[in-house]
């Protein structure tokens, strides 16, 4: 089985320049976790996630070994209303690991596993042209399964 069988082609993508505010939305509204980000081209050019939104909440590293109590974390909370005026290509992780549409099923859920994210973006050079999910990848074996055995 390859990607391009389970791979979803219908993607939800947003613009680097789009307000954090939007892509929040969108996944709140459409109950997903991350989306590519892509230029005019529809070229990828960073991926976002919830992971990536809420970590600007917390110090970094630098805050962190200067605070002198514990973390006030009511206080970080706060910080989600400056974190939703930032642009989306101010959070995005650039460096993102793709896969191609005619790579084994497997080997893009490996790729995941190794990178332990959930999802990966599917690319024809550097077009996006589907996603596929770790849930992608396990529901497509077991109905195959359910296939081999019913025969």
């Known amino acids: 089985m390859i990607v391009k069988e389970i791979m979803n082609s219908d993607i939800k993508s947003i613009k680097p320049d789009s307000m954090v ?3 929040a939305m969108v996944m709140c509204l459409q109950k997903i976790s991350g989306m590519p980000v892509v230029d005019e081209g529809n ?3 960073g991926i976002i996630s919830e992971k990536d939104i809420l970590q600007h909440m917390f110090p970094n590293i630098d805050e962190a070994m200067t605070m002198d109590s514990k973390p006030d974390f009511e206080e970080m909370e706060k910080r989600y209303a400056e974190t939703l005026g930032m642009k989306v290509s101010e959070l995005m992780t650039k460096n993102v690991a793709t896969v191609s549409a005619d790579m084994p099923c497997l080997k893009a859920a490996s790729m995941m596993w190794l990178r332990k994210i959930r999802r990966i973006p599917v690319t ?7 996603i596929v999910s770790i849930g992608d990848v396990h529901r497509s074996i077991f109905q195959q399964q359910l296939v081999d055995q019913a025969t």
């Open 43 to 45: 070229n990828l050019v």
């Open 124 to 130: 024809e050079g550097t077009k996006l042209v589907g």
């Open 21 to 23: 505010r939007d892509v």
